[in-house]
C-alpha cells in the first residue's frame, strides 16, 4: 500500500490544536499570576473556611463513590453475563447506562426534590443524587473487569457456590482492582462536581471556587484557592494511571457461561429508580401544556445556540482525537493533559480561557460564542483522547504494521485502517460531548457571552426565582439533547472496533 497523504500538515494540526485548546490555556493561567505579581486576597495561606469546604467536599464525594458502587453492583452482575446474550441486548443495556450518565446531574437534582420534598437533608440527598446519576461509571468497569478476569473465576466457583455467593465471595475479591479504579474516577468526578451542591443549596470547594473566580478580575484569586482541591485530584490521578495496565495478567474470556440468565429486569429497574423516576417527578410539576410552548417561543434562540455550540464542540473534540493518532508521542502527551483539565473544577478552565485569550489580538474569539466553544473542548478533550486510544489499541495491528512496511505514511494508515471500523465509536464520542457540553454549568460561567444564554444558566436562574414551569420545561430539553448520545453509544456497541481483516 502506497498513499501520497500529506503526513507533515496533519501532524502540525494535530499539534496547533493541542496547543490551542490545551497546552495555552495552561501555561496562560499559570503565567498571568506570574506577570500580575500580586498576592491573592487574604494573602498566600488557606483559611479555615476553605479548609472545612475542602472536608465537606472530600466525605460528601467519599460517601457518594461508596453509595454509587454499591447501587451499581447488581448490574455488575449482569452484565458479567452479557457476553453470552444476543447483541441487541448489550445494546439496550449500552442505551440505558449512557440516558442515565448523559442527563444532567442537577435535572436529577430537581426531579428528586419532587420525588421527596423536604424529606431528606441536604448532605444526603446531594450523596444520592451524584450517586444514582454516576452509577453507570463503576457499573461499566467493573462489569468490563468481569469480563476480563472475573469470568474464570467465576466458572471454577459456580461449580461449588450458589451464584449470589459466587458472585460476593469469588468474583468480587478478584475484580477489587476495578472496583478501586471506579472509586477514583467517582471521586474526582464528585469533588469537582458543581451543579448537585448548589441545587442542594450546599456550599463545596467547588461552588467557593466558582464564587471566587467570577468575584475577581485577577487569575490569582482564583487559582490560588484551586490548589488544594487541585493537589487531592491529581493524587487521584496519579493513582488512576497507575492503574491504566489492570487486569493485564489476565486473558479475556470469551466463552459463554454455563446456564447464564440474562435479567432485563434488573437494569430496567435500576434505570427506572436512578432515570425515569426522576425525571417523571420533574415532569408532573407541569401546570400546563402551554407552559412547554411558552418556553420554545421565550428560549428557542437560546436553545438553538445552546446546542450548536455543544455540537461543534463535539466535532472539534473527536477532530482532535483522531489527528493526534498520527504521533504517538503527541498522542501520550494530549491523553494526560486532557484528562488532567477535564478532572480539573470548571471555574479553572474558565479562568484559563480569560488568560488566554482575553487580549485584543483574540476580540474576535473572546467577545463571542467561539469562547464558549473553547472551554468545552479543553474540559471535554479527554473523550476524543478516549477515542484516539480506542481506535488505536483495537484497530490496525498487524496490518497497520504491514501498512509501513510496504510504504503506508501514517496519515494514510489512519484514513484506510483506523477510522473506517470506527466510525460508530466516533459518532459516539460526538454525541457524548455534546450531550456534556449542553448541560454544563462551571465552565461556561466565566466566559458567557452577548451572543446568547446557555441554556444550563437559564435554568438556574428559573431555579432560584422558582419559576417551575420554565425550569421543568427547559430541564426536559436538556434530557432530550442527551438521548442522542445513548442512542449513538447502544449503536456503537453493536458496532465496536474491530480489528480488520487483511
Not at 428560549?299 to 504517538?328: F, I, N
Not at 478516549?386 to 497497520?400: E, M, P, Q
Not at 470506527?422 to 460526538?430: D, E, S, T, W
Request: aromatic content about 12%.
Amino acid at each position: 500500500m502506497r498513499t501520497r497523504s500529506p503526513f507533515l500538515p496533519v501532524r502540525a494540526i494535530a499539534w496547533i490544536g493541542v496547543v490551542f485548546f490545551l497546552i495555552w490555556p495552561t501555561v496562560a493561567l499559570i503565567g498571568a499570576c506570574l506577570f500580575q505579581g500580586e498576592a491573592p486576597d487574604g494573602g498566600f495561606s488557606f483559611s479555615t473556611r476553605q479548609l472545612g469546604l475542602l472536608w465537606r467536599s472530600s466525605w460528601l464525594s467519599a460517601g457518594a463513590t461508596a453509595l454509587c458502587i454499591l447501587y451499581s453492583l447488581p448490574v455488575v452482575h449482569v452484565l458479567g453475563r452479557i457476553a453470552a446474550a444476543p447483541t441487541s441486548y448489550g445494546a439496550g443495556i449500552a442505551a440505558l447506562l449512557a440516558a442515565s450518565l448523559l442527563c444532567p446531574p442537577m435535572v436529577y437534582a430537581f426531579g428528586w426534590e419532587q420525588v421527596w420534598p423536604g424529606a431528606l437533608n441536604p448532605f444526603l440527598r446531594c450523596i444520592v443524587v451524584w450517586a444514582l446519576w454516576a452509577w453507570p461509571i463503576p457499573a461499566l468497569l467493573i462489569g468490563f473487569g468481569w469480563l476480563r478476569v472475573g469470568r474464570s473465576v467465576s466458572e471454577a466457583a459456580s461449580l461449588d457456590a450458589s451464584t449470589s455467593a459466587n458472585f460476593l465471595y469469588a468474583v468480587l475479591p478478584a475484580l477489587r482492582g476495578y472496583v478501586g479504579l471506579s472509586a477514583l474516577i467517582l471521586f474526582v468526578v464528585f469533588n469537582g462536581e458543581y451543579s448537585v451542591p448548589h441545587a442542594c443549596g450546599l456550599m463545596v470547594y467547588a461552588t467557593e471556587l466558582l464564587g471566587r473566580a467570577a468575584g475577581s478580575s485577577r487569575t490569582i484569586d482564583a487559582l490560588w484557592p484551586a490548589i488544594p482541591s487541585v493537589a487531592v485530584t491529581l493524587i487521584c490521578l496519579l493513582f488512576l494511571f497507575n492503574k491504566k495496565g489492570i487486569g493485564n495478567q489476565h486473558s479475556l474470556s470469551t466463552g459463554p457461561l454455563q446456564s447464564a440468565k440474562i435479567r432485563w429486569s434488573i437494569p430496567l429497574a435500576f434505570f427506572a429508580v436512578s432515570w425515569l423516576l426522576p425525571i417523571a417527578a420533574l415532569v408532573s410539576k407541569l401546570t400546563s401544556l402551554s407552559a412547554v410552548g411558552k418556553a420554545w417561543m421565550t428560549y428557542w434562540r437560546d436553545m438553538a445556540w445552546s446546542l450548536g455550540v455543544a455540537a461543534l464542540a463535539g466535532v472539534l473534540v473527536v477532530a482532535l482525537g483522531v489527528a493526534t493518532v498520527v504521533d504517538p508521542r503527541l498522542r501520550r502527551l494530549a491523553f494526560v493533559w486532557a484528562v488532567v483539565l477535564g478532572a480539573l473544577p470548571g471555574a479553572l478552565i474558565g479562568e484559563s480561557m480569560i488568560a488566554a485569550y482575553n487580549h485584543s489580538a483574540f476580540h474576535w474569539l473572546y467577545d463571542h460564542w467561539p469562547i464558549v466553544t473553547l472551554a468545552y473542548v479543553a474540559r471535554f478533550a479527554w473523550v476524543g483522547m478516549l477515542v484516539a486510544a480506542v481506535i488505536t489499541v483495537r484497530s490496525g495491528g498487524d496490518l497497520a504494521a504491514q501498512a509501513r512496511t510496504d510504504g503506508a505514511d501514517e496519515v494514510g494508515i489512519l484514513r484506510f485502517i483506523y477510522l473506517p471500523p470506527a466510525a460508530p465509536v466516533l459518532l459516539c464520542a460526538f454525541g457524548v460531548v455534546t450531550a456534556l457540553a449542553v448541560g454544563d454549568l462551571a465552565t461556561s460561567s466565566l466566559v458567557r457571552v452577548p451572543d446568547f444564554n446557555p441554556i444550563a444558566h437559564v435554568i438556574v436562574e428559573k431555579f432560584h426565582r422558582r419559576e417551575d414551569d420554565m425550569l421543568v420545561c427547559l430541564s426536559l430539553f436538556l434530557v432530550a439533547a442527551s438521548l442522542p448520545g445513548a442512542l449513538l453509544a447502544a449503536w456503537a456497541s453493536t458496532r465496536s472496533v474491530r480489528r480488520p481483516v487483511a
